[in-house]
């Protein structure tokens, strides 16, 4: 399996509050991706990155950032969290952007109340 | 602009018999194609993919899919299921070469009767 780390696993905070979510990878691929799933949807992505420092936004990125200082983490901050923010959030991992299958983490589980 | 359309949110078989997932797909561009499996609570694990090589993919556990260009379809089988392929399954398209991620069917929740 890709060596894709995801911290927390779990997490429950309150509407308003900061968090950050972890993603941590030992393969050294350029490519980084941060999805969400809810249910009905499959996974829609929130952001990504080419590069260290270099990031785009994805479909969904309205109350997200991210930052990616060293190639091998990327994070993901919701500033103020807000309910509709529930979900389970997973990162990405990939060598190229078209024909090499992403690798996933095993998700984060966020809920906020 | 790319879209994935999987036909069905769940599909129902007994075990030993075929499964049939069906995916269509809309793409600008020549796509890359994938079937990812989610068993609960884990991430996505990779079946097959097909990037413009032998339009009928092999993958893992027994699972094949074949692209029909003419039908813009993308439909994944195996021959006879077991209990062990009970999971969500996603249809997934990437094309325009850009970094931008992948687009994700829905899922088909795949359930086996034993």
């Known amino acids: 399996d890709a060596g894709i780390t995801q911290s927390p696993r779990h997490k429950v905070t309150e509407t308003g509050t900061p968090v950050t979510l972890r993603c941590h990878q030992t393969e050294n691929h350029r490519y980084m991706y941060w999805y969400r799933q809810d249910p009905g949807h499959g996974l829609r992505l929130i952001h990504y990155s080419y590069g260290v420092k270099d990031t785009d936004k994805g479909e969904v990125s309205d109350g997200y950032s991210v930052s990616r200082s060293k190639t091998e983490d990327f994070l993901l901050t919701l500033e103020s969290a807000t309910s509709s923010q529930t979900s389970v959030y997973f990162c990405?991992?990939?060598?190229?952007?078209?024909?090499?299958?992403?690798?996933f983490g095993d998700g984060t589980r966020l809920s906020i109340l | 602009a790319q879209s994935v359309t999987q036909l069905d949110s769940h599909v129902s078989v007994s075990e030993g018999t075929p499964v049939l997932l069906r995916c269509n797909y809309s793409s600008s561009y020549s796509p890359s194609l994938f079937w990812y499996v989610q068993h609960p609570n884990k991430g996505l694990q990779l079946l097959l993919k097909?990037?413009?090589?032998?339009?009928l993919v092999k993958g893992i556990n027994g699972f094949e899919a074949e692209f029909k260009k003419s039908e813009t379809s993308f439909h994944l089988t195996k021959p006879s299921a077991h209990m062990s392929d009970a999971a969500e399954y996603f249809c997934v398209v990437h094309s325009g070469g850009g970094a931008d991620g992948l687009t994700f069917g829905k899922g088909t929740h795949l359930i086996i009767q034993p």
């Open positions: 990405a991992i990939s060598e190229t952007p078209r024909d090499q299958p992403q690798h």
């Open positions: 097909y990037t413009s090589a032998a339009t």
